[in-house]
């Protein structure tokens, strides 16, 4: 397969995207829906590169594959808002000379918090977010700046495309497979759940709908203590939305606990189902799965195997990383920005050969 040494790189990059987006979340953080954005470090590199089709790779194999790995479809959605929008505004700043990565990346996590609160309106079905704005483009501008150094340091330390060995593309696993039917049932299944949720009012069936959410998430085999993971989310969202009723628009507490009660029990069915479509899913399908859903594409001529290659390379590659991460003894009592900045290039350079052995 041509450029597969590229598209590798591109693979690996995308593993660099979610794990660093899975420490991300052992981050406390104490304001709600603030992040670090860890994981565009990686689609900010390959920006720096010239890369843009490379990097709204990354971007797409961030989105997706760290749903199915660490998340779940609901985070896809807020995901998939923010990263497009921060991508759009991005791509076209990355061609101009004056603008620095650290700049470029200001930027993104200003819309991406734009984009994160559209869908938040969508699902909570209040205006009341927007009130959150400037507190999380201020946030935005400290967290992007970071990010934007550790891009520069992950972009000066990538090894060239002569510098990775000889790779062979084992295509057989690159070929589409038809989704199991469970499968499809399944995500059919949380997605009419989802539309019903998102159209409830009633604070009792809202209220029955997270208990049957929790009935499919036990079974799937979640844990009590990923179930339990999600209570200081919903706690935040409850204190939020009750604030934000309260003082921005109606001084009626009785009002502003209804509406804040929605807003949780919507989040927690929502959460709760997507937990068990995340552990029901099968992610060795995920690459043959993939390169179904995206025939469409090449019976018209579009490249997608270049894609689906640097999809499997990250899928396969996140065991990797995360072993060599804890060789080099970044764990996260040491996660610091100088410390990363020093070790990065030899972590990338050692990755980065691995990567193409897995092929």
């Known amino acids: 397969m041509r ?8 693979g690996t990059l995308a593993a660099f995207a979610l794990l660093l987006g899975y420490v991300e979340t052992f981050v406390p953080i104490p304001i709600p829906g603030v992040k670090l954005g860890l994981a565009n470090v990686a689609v900010l590199a390959e920006l720096g590169l010239g890369d843009i089709s490379g990097a709204a790779c990354i971007a797409c194999i961030k989105v997706l594959a760290s749903g199915f790995l ?3 479809p609901l985070t896809m959605a807020y995901s998939a808002a923010g990263t497009a929008l921060a991508f759009a505004g991005m791509a076209p700043l990355s061609r101009l000379r004056t603008m620095r990565l650290w700049m470029l990346s200001i930027v993104g ?11 938040a309106q969508a699902i909570l079905q209040t205006n009341a977010v927007w009130y959150t704005l400037p507190i ?5 501008c400290i967290t992007g700046a970071l990010c934007g150094f550790l891009a520069e340091s992950l ?4 090894p060239t495309e002569e510098e990775f060995l000889s790779v062979e593309v084992n295509v057989a696993r690159l070929e589409p497979r038809t989704p199991r039917h469970r499968t499809l049932i399944l995500f059919v299944c949380l997605l009419t759940f989802a539309i019903v949720v998102l159209h409830l009012t009633s604070l009792t069936a809202l209220a029955a709908c997270t208990l049957l959410a929790l009935i499919p998430c036990l079974i799937s085999g979640a844990s009590i203590r990923s ?3 999600i209570l200081p989310l919903l706690a935040s969202v409850f204190l939020l939305t009750f604030a934000l009723q309260f003082f921005a628009i109606s001084a009626d507490v009785s009002f502003a606990m209804q509406e804040a009660g929605r807003s949780t029990l919507r989040l927690a069915s929502l959460a709760l189902s997507s937990e068990a479509f995340a552990k029901l899913m099968d992610t060795n399908e995920l ?13 018209i001529g579009a490249r997608t195997q270049g894609f689906v290659l640097a999809f499997d390379v990250a899928i396969r590659l996140v065991p990797v990383l995360s072993e060599t991460v804890q060789k080099e ?6 996660l610091g920005l100088r410390t990363l900045r020093q070790r990065l290039p030899n972590l990338v350079h050692e990755v980065c050969l691995r990567a193409a052995q897995l092929n």
């Open 3 to 10: 450029d597969a040494a590229r598209w590798t790189r591109v």
């Open 70 to 72: 660490f998340g779940s």
């Open 109 to 119: 996590a200003i819309l991406h918090e734009i984009g994160q609160l559209v869908v």
């Open 136 to 140: 999380l483009m201020t946030a935005g």
């Open 155 to 158: 972009r000066d330390s990538l």
């Open 227 to 229: 179930i339990l993971r």
């Open 287 to 299: 690459t043959g799965t993939l390169a179904w859903l995206l025939l469409p594409l090449s019976r």
């Open 329 to 334: 003894r970044l764990g996260l009592g040491r």
